[in-house]
């Protein structure tokens, strides 16, 4: 789904708190994803205190990609809970407070997050149930269908109508009244709207997050930055949130988190013509980013693809996937880590992986103008834009919703990744099996810095004018931290040589050749 969200890359803080274990965990508890669109109950664990030591194990879990979720480490003070959680390669690390600071314990509030992926907040309830139930393990926030209409209106003076009287109602949840609150800032920017009514949604802002761990903080101010720095008019405000970021930073913010400041910060003091002193930040950046991508592709897919066995008949079809993305969309994570996940589990003989980048919600330097067009091919007919869309051999996926409509099939976050990459591959299991109905072969020539690139189709048996040939210039791996979390992105479409619109193949046999002229 477009979304114009926040996507927070939150970090873990941990509690300086070194009290003794409390007897009060001691029972079980449920423990809930919470995001803008939905509260998922994921683990049932138990706690059992004895001396000053607590063990916890997990019961129940949902979903089964999480299956074998064991706990590695706990650590409760008279403040919250500290947890390390492992399942398979994913590791989880939670923290969370008690909600009212009382003696009667019931409730804890606060945050989980894997690797550098988007974190999420989460609940802690204790229980008396021993085993999750499925039928009751997700809860739809129907608020958030509210802010999904309004942001998604034709209009942008409609969607900030509709976000700005969503946020009138009290009773938000927060990680929604956030994603909202940002949503609405980036459309003010982007209508370049007067600077006090900019502000004025910032400090509301930052007063939800005010009682959230420092790194959540840190990421607060700098996205507020990020934002800012969109249109020149605001430049200078950029800067002063980046450098609010900063003072929030401190020897436990995670490196991803000390990165995304200091490549934000670059910027804000180029946009302000303060250039003195930025070689050294890039240097630092630099080392940065080298570590995080080695980091980030270790724990990028939270389970383990299997890889494709062969087709059961003698077709020899490919099948194509096709996604759009934007480096700042926060409902594009699954499919992003889908879609790695497939590279890993295909051969290329087998699957073609295409991923187009466009400006949602904020610019990416991945798009490109053959990207945007290709978008614009499949998006044409639609009454709402929305990111991630996933196309397999053409057709868009989508899935029921309870009230009876459709949705992106690929959306949502890294808890959503391993059901968006079932759903996918079941699909182009299916299709491998299908005839293929033509023969594609493709070579390339290279005479100093230009390719030849010739295309035969040979044995088509459906000839016509609505029939394509299309050429896709792809990068392999590219690596552009975007404010999503993703780091690295695999089959980004940089080109399409010879253009969006193809060669009609109206003939059985046909031959083309394009060139492409390197840098």
């Known amino acids: 789904m477009r979304s114009f969200s926040f996507a927070l890359l939150l970090a873990f803080a941990c509690l300086g708190s070194h009290a ?41 879990v949902i979903p089964q990609a999480l299956a074998k979720t064991t706990i590695d480490s706990v650590k409760t003070t008279k403040e919250g809970v500290e947890m390390r959680l492992s399942a398979g390669k994913r590791v989880f690390e939670l923290q969370a407070n008690r909600a009212d600071g009382g003696e009667n314990l019931t409730t804890l509030y606060g945050m989980i997050r894997t690797g550098s ?57 927060l990680p929604l009244a956030l994603n909202a609150t940002m949503g609405l800032i980036q459309r003010l920017v982007f209508k370049e709207t007067d600077k006090s009514e900019i502000v004025r949604y910032a400090r509301q802002m930052l007063a939800l997050a005010q009682d959230t761990p420092r790194p959540y903080r840190v990421r607060v101010n700098a ?64 080392k940065y980013d080298v570590e995080l991508d080695q980091e980030f592709l270790k724990h990028h897919i939270p389970f383990e693809p299997i890889p494709f066995k062969g087709r059961k008949g003698q077709s020899e ?86 009230s009876g409509q459709k949705r992106p099939g690929a959306g949502g ?52 004018r609505d029939l394509k040939l299309r050429f896709a210039l792809i990068e392999e791996q590219v690596s552009y931290a975007g404010n999503n979390g993703q780091r690295v992105h695999h089959h980004v479409v940089r080109a399409m040589p010879g253009g969006t619109e193809g060669v009609a193949l109206t003939q059985k046999t046909v031959n083309h050749s394009v060139t492409v002229k390197l840098d």
Do not use: C
Not at 131 to 153: C, Q
């Open 413 to 464: 976050g890294p808890a959503d990744a391993a059901n968006a990459y079932v759903l996918i591959r079941k699909l182009v299991d299916a299709s491998l099996e299908k005839p293929a109905n033509a023969k594609l072969s493709v070579s390339a020539t290279k005479a100093g810095q230009t390719v030849k690139i010739t295309a035969e189709v040979s044995g088509l048996t459906r000839p016509g």
């Open 317 to 402: 079809r490919v099948a194509v996937v096709e996604l759009f993305t934007g480096a700042g969309s926060g409902p594009s994570i699954a499919a992003q880590i889908a879609l790695h996940a497939l590279k890993n589990a295909y051969q290329p003989r087998d699957l073609v992986l295409l991923q187009y980048h466009n400006h949602i919600p904020t610019p990416d330097p991945l798009a490109n103008p053959d990207s945007l067009a290709r978008q614009k091919f499949y998006f044409a007919k639609r009454e709402k834009q929305y990111t991630p869309s996933l196309y397999i051999n053409g057709v868009e996926l989508l899935v029921p919703t309870p």
């Open 223 to 286: 996205t507020l930055s990020q934002t800012l720095l969109m249109k020149p008019k605001f430049a200078a405000l950029g800067l002063e949130y980046v450098q609010n970021a900063e003072k929030f930073v401190d020897d436990g913010t995670p490196t991803f988190l000390k990165a995304a400041v200091l490549r934000i910060k670059i910027v804000a003091l180029k946009r302000n013509n303060q250039t003195n002193g930025i070689a050294p930040l890039e240097k630092q950046l630099a």
């Open 117 to 173: 992926l988007t974190p999420d907040f989460i609940k802690m309830a204790k229980t008396k149930a021993s085993e999750l139930d499925p039928k009751k393990a997700a809860k739809i926030n129907p608020d958030f269908l509210t802010y999904s209409r309004a942001a998604t209106e034709k209009e942008m003076s409609k969607q900030i109508e509709g976000i700005k009287k969503l946020l009138t109602k009290s009773d938000l949840s």
């Open 20 to 60: 003794q274990a409390q007897t009060a965990y001691d029972g079980n508890w449920i423990i809930t994803v919470r995001t803008a669109r939905r509260d998922m109950n994921v683990w049932l664990v138990q706690f059992t205190s004895k001396g000053n030591a607590t063990t916890a194990r997990v019961l129940s």
